[in-house]
C-alpha cells in the first residue's frame, strides 16, 4: 500500500474514533442526568466522570501538542 492511502487511512480512522469519543461523552451526559433526577447520585457522578473522559479522549491531540509545547518551554528555560 502506497505512503499517501497509509496516511488517509490514518486519518480516517482518527476522525472516527475522535467523533465515537465525542459521541460517547454526550451519551454518558445525557444519560447522567436522567439518573440524576432519579436519585442515583453515584452512578450520576460515575457517568459525568465517563464523559469528561471521553470529552477529554477526544481532545487528545490538542492535549499532546499542549503538553509538547509545554515541555519545549521548561526545556529553553
Do not use: D, P
Amino acid at each position: 500500500m502506497k505512503m499517501e492511502n497509509q496516511m488517509f487511512n490514518r486519518k480516517v480512522s482518527q476522525i472516527i474514533v475522535t467523533f465515537a469519543f465525542f459521541y460517547s461523552a454526550i451519551i454518558c451526559h445525557f444519560k447522567a442526568i436522567e439518573t440524576f433526577q432519579s436519585g442515583k447520585l453515584m452512578l450520576a457522578f460515575f457517568l459525568w466522570f465517563c464523559a469528561l473522559t471521553s470529552f477529554l479522549g477526544g481532545l487528545r491531540f490538542q492535549i499532546a501538542k499542549l503538553v509538547n509545547k509545554i515541555k519545549e518551554i521548561k526545556k529553553n528555560e
